[in-house]
């Protein structure tokens, strides 16, 4: 008798599980079973989508732009660059624009006004990240 019990309590609440979640009640009468359908996907970003800025065919007589970032190393790396472009296209114009912000989340550079400004001269930008 003690063996019964647990083995009849755990098969009624198996049978009214089984009734509850196939949304069926145990005297046969089909209850009405509600679904919430989620989609698996992110909010949708109401920016659009744009591609890149078009490449340039050459970089003879171009303005040429190089950003460097905050780290130590971008700026040296920026002299070296910038010394073989102008072995390479003695007839570019090279300008180099060193980013103060010292925070890689921080999408606004503390100067937008001259950042922009810089930028707007340019036909193309090599950007070096001193790491």
Do not use: Q
Not at 23 to 28: D, R
Not at 58 to 78: Q, S, Y
Not at 107 to 130: C, H, N, Q, R, T
């Amino acid at each position: 008798m003690r063996r019964f019990f647990p083995v009849s309590a755990v098969t009624g609440i198996a049978v009214m599980a089984i009734f509850s979640w196939s949304g069926c009640s145990p005297s046969g009468d089909a209850a009405e079973t509600r679904y919430e359908v989620l989609s698996p996907w992110a909010e949708v970003d109401p920016i659009p989508l744009r591609g890149i800025s078009a490449r340039v065919d050459t970089l003879e007589g171009k303005k040429i732009g190089l950003f460097a970032n905050f780290k130590r190393a971008a700026v040296p790396i920026a002299r070296e660059v910038e010394k073989k472009l102008k072995e390479r296209f003695p007839d570019s114009e090279i300008s180099l624009y060193h980013s103060t912000a010292p925070n890689v989340d921080e999408s606004v550079e503390p100067d937008a006004a001259k950042f922009e400004a810089w930028a707007k001269e340019l036909d193309a930008v090599i950007a070096m990240v001193g790491d």
